[in-house]
């Protein structure tokens, strides 16, 4: 069982930044794959990045790729997720996710809002 809590959204205008943040409980965190997704209104839950438990692999999706940095600290049990250039089209809620032994991502957290002002 893992528990996960966001924190570190909010409203920037266009072109700022943020940094989310996901602190987890229950197992080893450097044996868990994290990914963060979201949600916009409307629309269905999308992958936006994820990192292996060493920090060795990151993968991002094609409309965050170069804007957005995934990063984790197995000491803190935290993993973040830097946004810079921010767009409008940010605009969603953001979850963080856990995955474990390869398996698809079971564990979420509740969600974080950010919203993007034009």
């Known amino acids: 069982q893992v528990q996960l809590v966001e924190s570190g959204g909010g409203l920037v205008q266009a072109g700022g930044s943020l940094r989310l943040t996901c602190t987890a409980s229950g197992r080893t965190f450097s044996t868990i794959v994290m990914g963060w997704f979201r949600q916009a209104p409307g629309k269905e839950r999308e992958f936006v990045a994820d990192i292996n438990g060493s920090a060795s692999n990151t993968y991002y999706s094609d409309s965050v790729k170069g804007r957005f940095t995934i990063s984790r600290d197995n000491a803190k049990n935290t993993a973040y997720l830097q946004m810079n250039n921010l767009k409008p089209e940010d605009t969603a809620v953001y979850y963080c996710?856990?995955?474990?032994?390869?398996?698809?991502?079971?564990?979420w957290g509740q969600g974080t809002q950010v919203t993007v002002s034009s």
């Open positions: 996710a856990a995955s474990l032994n390869g398996a698809p991502y079971r564990y």
